[in-house]
């Protein structure tokens, strides 16, 4: 497998409202596993690993990190060594029971696992040369993936790219992402971002990236906060499979795409716009999302 960037065609979506014309962009096919914006964070940060003659790669994540995957699955294909510092303690003995973590170790990762209570010290410089003592020479990915590397590879998702797009949308994590694309978006352009997390505190990591704004962040459609979701999302996710046949993720782009549809009904954008959303992949996160589901017994994901 490798990795094709050129198969992020963009999806016209069908949705009359306002003469309004709503696109995707499909991030999400350029590999099964390292896709959308995993691939273009990873990028710059695993040429610089090579260019510096380092083979192990750590980096940090919960139970169903996407990142964690990527990770993973790109340090398998192109010959890393991969360590995961994961947070919670009790996932020790869990890992067959993960569908994230299952699939990580499957394609090489060690684990480390640690307290909630350390993992918050991540960043610390002891907290790093203590996994040094551990393991040796590595090159340190930041949870998530955002670096100045990270934004760097996030620049060119707009590559070839009309610049005839009144909006730019995306979900929001770590903001790598929508750092990135405010970085190759036109100052004429909007940029609108969709944490995936409660609360407004990416507004201070973003702006550390980014020099030009003509960004928004829209903080209603989080529902509840990070891998919080409910049987009106899931619903809508699955319509949107039978009506687009496009996937969406429960985490990220499910939630973008919930709250873009939102706001056309409420007239958010003006009439005739044409709106470019980034489908950031993240599919991985459907089995581990539909376990949950079912043990709660509500509705599923369909895949």
């Given at each position: 497998m490798i990795f094709k960037p050129e198969n992020s065609?963009?999806?016209?979506i069908n949705h009359q409202l306002n003469s309004i014309e709503l696109s995707m962009k499909r991030e999400d096919r350029i590999h099964p596993f390292v896709s959308g914006n995993k691939y273009r964070k990873l990028k710059y940060n695993l040429l610089e690993a090579k260019a510096k003659g380092i083979t192990?790669?750590?980096?940090?994540?919960?139970?169903?990190?996407?990142?964690?995957?990527?990770?993973?699955a790109a340090g398998f294909e192109l010959g890393f060594e991969t360590i995961g510092v994961i947070r919670g303690e009790e996932l020790k003995d869990k890992i067959n029971g993960n569908a994230t973590l299952k699939f990580a170790k499957k394609n090489g990762m060690r684990f480390n696992f640690v307290t909630r209570d350390a993992y918050r010290n991540k960043t610390s410089a002891s907290f790093i040369n203590e996994l040094k003592h551990d393991f040796g020479d590595f090159f340190l990915i930041p949870e998530g993936g955002t670096n100045e590397l990270?934004?760097?590879?996030?620049?060119?998702?707009l590559?070839?790219?009309?610049?005839?797009?009144?909006?730019?949308?995306?979900?929001v994590g770590t903001g790598g992402t929508i750092s990135g694309l405010i970085n190759c978006s036109k100052l004429s352009q909007q940029v609108l971002g969709f944490p995936a997390l409660?609360?407004?505190?990416?507004?201070?990591?973003?702006?550390?990236?980014?020099?030009?704004?003509n960004w928004t962040l829209i903080t209603d459609y989080h529902f509840g906060g990070y891998a919080k979701?409910?049987?009106e999302l899931v619903a809508f996710i699955n319509e949107f499979k039978v009506h687009y046949n496009i996937p969406l993720d429960p985490i990220y782009t499910g939630k973008m795409m919930?709250?873009?549809?939102d706001l056309l009904k409420k007239d958010y954008f003006s009439k005739g716009s044409k709106i470019l959303a980034i489908h950031t992949g993240g599919l991985q996160g459907i089995e581990g999302m539909n376990s949950r589901l079912l043990k709660k017994h509500s509705?599923?994901?369909?895949?």
């Open positions: 065609i963009i999806q016209p192990v790669l750590l980096t940090f994540g919960g139970a169903f990190s996407n990142h964690i995957a990527a990770v993973a990270a934004v760097k590879g996030c620049e060119e998702v590559m070839n790219v009309s610049s005839d797009y009144d909006y730019i949308c995306c979900p409660k609360g407004d505190f990416m507004q201070k990591d973003i702006s550390k990236f980014v020099m030009q704004n979701i409910n049987d919930f709250g873009i549809f509705p599923i994901i369909i895949t």
